[in-house]
Structures are given as C-alpha cells and as structure tokens.
C-alpha cells in the first residue's frame, strides 16, 4: 500500500521522533551531535520553523517543531538525509541511517505544548545521559539549556516558549524550571508519544476542524 501523506499545514504543531535504523547509534560523538545542531539551525532559520524544544539521545532524537515556510516532510527531509550523508562520510559507513519514516505526531497547542517540552527536556536525564537536574541544566545537547540561558542556541524560540510560563523572562525561567522539576517522578509518558488519530491531533475537536479544511486521514500518521 502507498504511504498514506502526513497532515500538515502551516502553524501546525508536530512532535518528531526519528530513530536509527535496528535501534542503534546515529550519534557517535560530540562531532556528530554539532553537526546535527549545525543542520537544524540551519534549515529552521532559512524555513522559518519554530522549534521550542529538542533533545539528542545516541539512538533517536526529539523535537518540537511549529512549521511555517516549509512543511513539516521537506523540512526533516532536509535535515535527515543531509546529516546521514556526513554521518556516513565521517564513519565510513553506507546504508540507510534511520529506521523507516520519522514519526510526527500532530498536536494540539493548549494541553500539549508544556507537557511535551517537560517531557522531551527530561529524556536526557531519563536515559541517565545526565546524572542529575543540575547536569541537565548545563547539558549542551538538550533544548532545557538553552531555555534557562546556560548553553543559548540563537534558533530556539525561547522567549516565545518561556512566555506561556510568565510575564517577564526571569519569572518565566523559574516556573519553567518549577515545572521541569515535578515532571521528574512521572518516568515515561506514552501519552506524549504513542496513541490514536484523535488523540495525535489533539482530541475529536481538532480532528473536525481538520476535516472541515480539507484534510482526512483513515489511520495514526505515526505508525
């Protein structure tokens, strides 16, 4: 059967998940993980997409991404196949680097947004790349730093972000760390990544208004 297409459509949000091929490493080293941060500032600026969180774990990666320019397929396209192609050169290696499609889940902004940059932000210190809060709070390959000021990325949208959690930049910073903070005992959140079409696109409301646009989709885009 065809691939069936994603939904999309611009101001959409989308959480990404793409992971290396058999499950193993597409980040070796700290080259290869500058490289891919090189990639997506690079193709988010140029696309104009908003990327409100992110994190790099050796075998997959997270991002959270509102597309504008460009939809959400050329985008990744962009940026998966480049980075495979310096991957490979680098490694020595030929082949295919990811597993299958990346899985984009199409989320609805007001429920989801803050859950879902806790829980991309915290996989880091899940995985136990990072020790502790206070590593994660430093950790260079995590959008979390960025979002406190420790490790800037100039291509983050963090003031747009930071400001669903206060009126001015230094309160947003602490109840966004408040908030980090409490999600730290609820472990793995399925919810976040894994489910249904309607609960992809945010419940039976954002699915009619997708259909009264013109979209449909009969199956999870994300399988």
């Known amino acids: 059967?065809?691939?069936?297409?994603?939904?999309?459509?611009p101001g959409a949000l989308h959480h990404i998940i793409a992971r290396g091929i058999e499950r193993r490493r597409i980040f070796a080293d700290d080259t290869d993980r500058d490289d891919f941060l090189k990639r997506l500032g690079t193709i988010i600026s140029e696309t104009e997409t908003a990327c409100y969180a992110w994190a790099l774990i050796p075998n997959h990666f997270h991002l959270l991404l509102r597309t504008d320019k460009a939809s959400i397929s050329t985008v990744m396209r962009r940026l998966?196949?480049?980075?495979?192609?310096?991957?490979?050169?680098?490694?020595r290696r030929s082949g295919h680097l990811f597993q299958n499609r990346f899985k984009s889940i199409l989320c609805q902004e007001d429920p989801y947004l803050k859950e879902l940059v806790r829980?991309?932000?915290?996989?880091?210190?899940?995985?136990?790349?990072?020790?502790?809060?206070?590593s994660l709070n430093r950790y260079p390959y995590c959008g979390h730093s960025a979002l406190l000021g420790k490790k800037p990325r100039q291509w983050q949208a963090t003031e747009s972000l930071l400001a669903f959690f206060g009126d001015d930049l230094r309160t947003a910073k602490r109840n966004y760390s408040d908030f980090v903070i409490k999600g730290i005992d609820q472990g793995?959140?399925?919810d976040l990544t894994g489910g249904?079409?309607?609960r992809s696109v945010g419940g039976w409301s954002a699915l009619k208004s997708l259909r009264r646009?013109?979209?449909?989709?009969?199956?999870d885009e994300r399988i």
Do not use: C
Request: charged share 25%; glycine share 8%; proline share 8%.
């Open 80 to 91: 998966l196949t480049g980075y495979a192609i310096g991957y490979n050169h680098r490694h």
């Open 1 to 9: 059967m065809p691939r069936k297409s994603r939904i999309d459509t």
């Open 213 to 219: 646009a013109g979209f449909s989709q009969k199956a």
């Open 119 to 134: 829980y991309i932000h915290l996989n880091p210190l899940r995985a136990k790349i990072v020790p502790d809060l206070r």
């Open 188 to 190: 793995r959140r399925p």
């Open 196 to 198: 249904g079409l309607i």
